[in-house]
């Protein structure tokens, strides 16, 4: 039996509730020290070696408060959209998806915790698709109107983390609780440790009669998951079950009973578990797992586990996990990131670690760490600021520096495998002692940053948004070549063809922006025009969420991009009028030629729902027609007929 203590956790909740959360802004405490660290994983000699260490940290439990600092499209190949993901070949969970013939709609997610105080805790959201089960509409390009055709119900106390479709396969995540809203708030290790995931796997090609093909459940809590091909591969972290410690330790007895108690546990009473089918095997096994090699690693008995789990095998699964926290991913095709930041207060305080695991289709395989200064962040589309390009991992870090007026200081990284392998190594950084210039003008935050091929794209902002363009064709000398200042800024950063950007932010007057850029020329990058929704308090989902960002490439056939952004509205000159919630569909014309293309306003998909704006919104485009998703309910609209959705369905 598993047992936790729960008031180190209490303790660490009221204490972060009390002092703050996390943001979509840059703060900081000093990312002093080398810029660089060696940092790396050794494979663990014997299960007693990973037993030691685990028992070591849950000797010593530290109740500590960690926040965070901050916060595919589709083309005409296909003829619709899909879920807008960071790499095209990289697939994304998401909790709505759409594969050309079928909407697939999870029910609205809940927030479900023993121990969290209600007042600390948003509203939940209706389930406005009645009884809790993923919903499978069958779509009509031809007429934007779907039907439900089959549904799959949930039992009480599950919820929908995200989906996958591949083939006639749906993959759902479930999990008892909800923490997407809070972002980095719940990386306290107090906070999350006794959390359950697991995965379904059902057999859509009747979608009138979905069959469940696998279903599961693991200890520990869902970091990040992504779909290469017929394989997802499920980051989750686990902390093994305290027993009865008596805390704090007062004399020799209890420290006696306390040790007593410790030697008691078994290795495989401290790694985490997966049930199948109703059979419970090791999650990951002792000997396929590494222990970290520096002093200063995490106090917390904690390990971070990637599962790489086949679609039509899934008791196939292999697992490797290592015993340090995880916080941000990011994948290419062949690797994935895990980023760690070590907080403020630590020796090293205002830094990320990251290690590298390459991919071969059935497992991941550890290649390499190292630990810089500054942070990535968490969050929001902060995994942007990651990019892999023929072995070489591209980063975008901020440190704070703690010096008036100056706070904030931006660095671009080049790393790639040292030649013995086993860790990473910087081998560009922007500034340096040749190109000592700022990226971004003092006190300036970073926002959007978008890698495309050998070029980079970063937007920074204070009171003017400085659009900055980055030569990557040499890894080991990054060089900035171009800039350009535009009033508002961009969270999100979009490649339109060859030689144009398209940016999501924010106006100077608090209304949602879109700007399209010319990059042709990376010395001399230019507005080709922009679009501003509403007025102060408008806002997209978008901005922040990019599977929100619906895009399709050269969509009508005719050399015309489209896309669309939910987004609610205010009015900027009658005050007080309610805001407008709605589907805002936009065409960028001629994207063969960067020095004439423009960017234009197509109208609005806005159900009339009694002006609810909704929790959830995402958006596909097939050919003529537009399918809206707000919340579990779905509407469609074609194009040139936006104004006159039909629906709901």
């Known amino acids: 039996m598993r047992m936790y203590g729960w008031g180190g956790a209490c303790v660490a909740l009221c204490l972060a509730a009390c002092g703050g959360g996390s943001g979509g802004g840059e703060a900081g405490d000093g990312g002093g020290g080398d810029p660089v660290v060696t940092s790396s994983l050794l494979k663990a000699a014997s299960g007693a070696e990973l037993e030691q260490s685990l028992k070591q940290a849950l000797a010593t439990p530290t109740a500590r408060v960690e926040l965070s600092l901050a916060p595919v499209a589709g083309d005409a190949a296909g003829g619709f959209s899909g879920t807008y993901t960071v790499e095209p070949r990289v697939d994304e969970m998401d909790a709505v998806r759409y594969d050309g013939e079928h909407l697939y709609i ?30 499978i509409l069958r779509t009509d390009p031809a007429t934007a109107s779907a039907a439900e055709v089959g549904s799959i119900p949930l039992e009480d106390g599950v919820s929908v983390q995200g989906l996958y479709v591949a083939g006639a396969r749906l993959f759902a995540l479930t999990g008892a609780a909800f923490y997407g809203s809070y972002g980095g708030f719940w990386s306290d290790i107090a906070i999350w440790a006794p959390e359950q995931a697991g995965f379904r796997i059902y057999d859509v090609s009747r979608p009138e009669a979905p069959a469940l093909e696998a279903s599961a459940s693991l200890d520990g809590v869902f970091v990040d998951s992504r779909r290469i091909g017929d394989t997802v591969y499920l980051v989750s972290r686990f902390t093994p079950g305290l027993p009865v410690l008596e805390l704090p330790v007062q004399d020799a007895a209890q420290a006696a009973r306390n040790e007593a108690a410790l030697a008691a546990l078994e290795i495989g009473d401290l790694l985490p578990t997966l049930t199948l089918d109703g059979t419970t095997r090791p999650l990951v096994d002792a000997d396929d797992c590494f222990i970290a090699t520096d ?83 968490t969050g929001g589309q902060s ?26 200081d931006h660095h671009l990284l080049t790393l790639r495998e040292t030649a013995a392998g086993g860790a990473l190594e910087v081998i560009g950084e922007l500034p340096n002692t040749r190109r000592p210039a700022a990226i971004g003008k003092p006190g300036e935050a970073l926002y959007g940053v978008r890698f495309v091929e050998d070029r980079a794209y970063a937007v920074t902002f204070l009171q003017r948004d400085p659009l900055y363009v980055f030569d990557m064709a040499d890894p080991a000398d990054p060089l900035a070549t171009g800039q350009l200042e ?121 159900p009339d729902d009694g002006g609810s704006p909704g929790f959830r919104h995402r958006a596909f485009l097939h050919g003529e027609s537009v399918f809206y998703v707000r919340d579990s309910v779905a509407w469609g609209a074609l194009w040139a007929t936006a104004s006159s959705p039909v629906g709901p369905f």
């Open 295 to 377: 002093a200063a690693r995490s106090p917390h008995a904690v390990l971070t586990t990637i599962t790489a789990i086949p679609l039509d095998r899934p008791e196939a699964y292999r697992s490797l996990c290592y015993n340090e926290e995880a916080y941000g991913l990011y994948a290419s095709e062949d690797a994935i990131y895990l980023t760690q930041l070590i907080f403020p207060g630590s020796a090293t305080s205002g830094r990320t670690r990251i290690h590298k695991f390459a991919l071969d289709g059935t497992a991941a395989d550890y290649r390499g760490s190292v630990e810089i200064a500054g942070q990535v962040w």
């Open 106 to 135: 999870a029910p609205q997610r809940f927030v479900s915790c023993c121990f969290v105080v209600d007042a600390l805790l948003p509203p939940e959201p209706p389930d406005t698709g009645g009884s809790r089960a993923i919903r």
């Open 486 to 606: 535009v009033t508002g800024f961009s969270d999100l950063l979009h490649p339109v063809g060859a030689g144009l950007l398209l940016g999501l932010g924010a106006a100077d007057t608090g209304g949602v922006k879109l700007e399209l850029f010319d990059v042709s020329d990376p010395a001399n990058p230019r507005s080709r025009g922009s679009e501003v929704l509403g007025g102060a308090g408008s806002y997209s989902d978008a901005r922040h969420d990019r599977h929100a960002f619906t895009y399709l490439a050269d969509g009508g056939g005719n050399g015309i991009d489209r896309l669309a952004i939910p987004a609610v509205v205010s009015d900027p000159v009658a005050a007080g009028a309610p805001p407008r919630s709605a589907l805002y569909l936009f065409e960028i014309v001629g994207t063969g030629d960067p020095a004439t293309a423009s960017l234009q306003a197509a109208g609005a998909v806005a």
């Open 383 to 408: 995994d942007f600021r990651l990019s892999e390009r023929d072995g070489v991992l591209r980063v975008f870090a901020t440190t704070y520096t703690a010096t008036a007026g100056d706070p904030l």
